[in-house]
Structure formats: structure tokens, C-alpha cells
């Protein structure tokens, strides 16, 4: 991609604001939600691409970052942030942030949250007897039989959340967590578990086909094989919540039409037109659930009810311990 006069600036003239983000549903859901109304009233247009965190991180290092703002999870900022790859964020600049109620660890130093996505137990109805209430009862093999999926470090952190929760660990006791606790956990369950998952869209897959009778999944991956008339519920009960948001790389060229989209993101009615296209959009603020319809507020992570029944991870402790994490993972895959 070109750099100079194609990228525009926070000049006069026609602007250019380039994006990188995941792509696909999630991307068009932006376009529509976002990028598109944006435009319209700004007459800054918004390209995106899709770069993975490494090559943003590459570019900043080079000193020629190829895109003006990114979203991404606030555990992959925290991570750029620790490597100096981030421009602090000046919120003062953000009006729609001020007095928002936006919780404050969606406001860190080094990005804006925007929405939010969960990972949320699912299962048949079909092939359990009674209802899954808890992460204690997909660890009961003998009430609940039948086999299970959870999810493999090499797609996203593991979930040693449910692991502990399952052992007792109350939700709001979670962090620090105590490794050797969750792995015990995970132990016990170990010779239930078909498979762990390594791509989003595998669990759901396995479900669909009857291949597990339980699995933790993302959410909007269970409202898709429900649409389809599977015999498919699930449970908000210890849902993980995680964060997406905007990060502006160090010595982005565009800045102020940078700050322009992520306040344009952060006004209720834009937040709430996200929700109602991705089942990854969670609102942030939470003024944004008022414009929602109880169907749509059902399928959310940050709906008033949904929040009571899950928990935020701590991307601060996951920053600091993945790598430990991962290393200790392997110890026990191999064991």
C-alpha cells in the first residue's frame, strides 16, 4: 500500500483512513455498522486489510506502520503496549467516552474497547437428561455423560477459568490464577474431553454433528446451529468476556481521523447497530443495551442479565503468564 498523498491526512481535502481488523462476517458487520455510516457523515473513507498483530508490530519497529488504527483484543494491546508499539490514548479527545459508564478496563492507556465477545458453554438437549447449569456440572462426567470439546491454546488462551470455577473458585476470586489448581482440574476431566478445539469454528462442528454433547464454544457460534433448528442450547453461567477495541500504532500518519472513528464507534445507536449484526458485539456502553430488543440482549455477553453471570479476563495477568501458560500446557498435553 502506498503511503503520502494516498493515505490522506489530517488535513483538507478527500481523506483515507486504512483499518486492519479480522476480516470476514466480522469485517462486514463493521462496513455496515461503522465504517460505512462514518464515511457518510465524515467523508472519510475507510479501506481495511487484515494484518496479524506480528506484522503491525514489524512495521512499527521499521518505523513505517502501514495502517492508521486497528482492532483487535485489548490482550493483543496490552501486549503491543508493552512492546512500545502503541500511541497513548488521549481520551480527553473521545467525547462519547466522557461519563459513558464504559467500565475502566475498557479504557486502558493504550486503547479503546468497543465490543465484546464471551466463551460460553454449549450442549445438546438432546442427549442430556437434565440442564447444564454450571462449568461444575460439564466436569460431572457421571450426571451429565457423553463426550466434551474445550478449547486449545493454539487458538486463544485456554480456559483455565472454567477449569477453576469447576473446582469451586468463586468468579470474582479468579485472578491470580492458581495454576496448579486448574491443571488438577483439567486432569479430572481429561478422559472426557474428545478433542481440544484450535479453530473457532470446530466446536460448533462437533456439536452440529453429535460428535460431543458439550463443548465451550464463542458465542454466536451455538445462535447459528440453534437458527438452524439443532436441538442446541447454551449456558451464560461463567461465560468469559474479552474485549475487542482500537489501538493506534506508533507513528500512524492519521490520527485525527483515527480519533474521529473510535468516538463515532463509541455513540450508543452505533453501538447498538453493531450488536444487531455480530454476535461478537457486546456493547460497551452500556446506554447502548436500551436500544436493544430482549431477543438481541439475550444472545449478547454485556446485556444488564449476561453480565451478572460472567466475568472479564484479565488480560494484565494473561499478558504477563501466557508464555508460562503455554509451556506449562505442553508439560501436561505430553504427560
Known amino acids: 500500500m502506498g503511503t503520502g498523498e494516498s ?10 483512513l486504512v483499518v486492519s481488523n479480522s476480516g470476514g462476517a466480522y469485517n462486514d458487520a463493521l462496513t455496515k455498522a461503522i465504517y460505512e455510516p462514518f464515511a457518510k457523515e465524515t467523508g472519510i473513507t475507510v479501506s481495511t486489510v487484515n494484518y496479524q498483530s506480528a506484522q503491525v508490530i514489524a512495521q512499527v519497529k521499521q518505523g513505517r506502520p502501514q495502517i492508521d488504527l486497528m482492532d483487535n ?5 496490552q501486549k503491543m503496549a508493552r512492546l512500545d508499539c502503541l500511541e497513548a490514548v488521549d481520551h480527553d479527545r473521545l467525547k462519547q467516552a466522557k461519563g459513558a459508564g464504559i467500565p475502566e478496563h475498557q479504557l486502558p492507556e493504550h486503547a479503546v474497547g468497543k465490543n465484546v465477545w464471551a466463551s460460553v458453554m454449549a450442549y445438546r438437549t438432546d442427549s442430556l437428561k437434565r440442564t447444564p447449569k454450571s462449568w461444575d456440572d460439564f466436569w460431572n462426567t457421571h450426571s451429565f455423560s457423553g463426550p466434551r470439546s474445550l478449547q486449545s491454546p493454539d487458538v486463544d488462551i485456554p480456559e483455565l477459568e472454567f477449569a477453576l470455577l469447576a473446582d469451586g473458585v468463586p468468579l470474582d476470586k479468579l485472578y491470580p490464577l492458581d495454576l496448579d489448581r486448574a491443571f488438577a482440574s483439567l486432569s479430572r476431566i481429561r478422559g472426557g474431553v474428545k478433542k481440544f478445539w484450535n ?3 470446530l466446536p460448533a462442528v462437533l456439536l452440529g454433528r453429535k460428535e460431543v454433547v458439550m463443548t465451550s464454544l464463542w458465542g454466536g457460534r451455538a445462535d447459528e446451529l440453534i437458527r438452524q433448528g439443532q436441538p442446541i442450547a447454551y ?12 489501538g493506534i500504532p506508533k507513528g500512524a500518519g492519521n490520527t485525527d481521523a483515527a480519533y474521529q472513528l473510535i468516538d463515532f464507534s463509541l455513540r450508543p445507536q452505533v453501538q447498538a447497530a453493531f450488536a444487531r449484526l455480530s454476535p461478537a458485539g457486546g456493547p460497551v456502553v452500556p446506554a447502548a443495551t436500551k436500544l436493544l430488543s430482549d431477543d438481541v440482549l ?5 446485556s444488564p442479565e449476561n453480565l451478572k ?11 504477563k503468564n501466557r508464555d508460562v501458560v503455554a509451556k506449562r500446557w505442553q508439560e501436561w498435553a505430553d504427560a
Open 199 to 201: 479453530t473457532g469454528a
Open 309 to 319: 453471570t460472567g466475568f472479564d479476563a484479565d488480560v494484565t495477568w494473561w499478558d
Open 73 to 77: 483484543s485489548l490482550l493483543v494491546f
Open 298 to 302: 439475550a444472545t449478547l455477553p454485556t
Open 235 to 246: 449456558q451464560w453461567n461463567g461465560a468469559r468476556r474479552l474485549t475487542n477495541g482500537w
Open 7 to 16: 493515505r490522506g491526512s489530517s488535513g483538507g481535502g478527500k481523506k483515507r
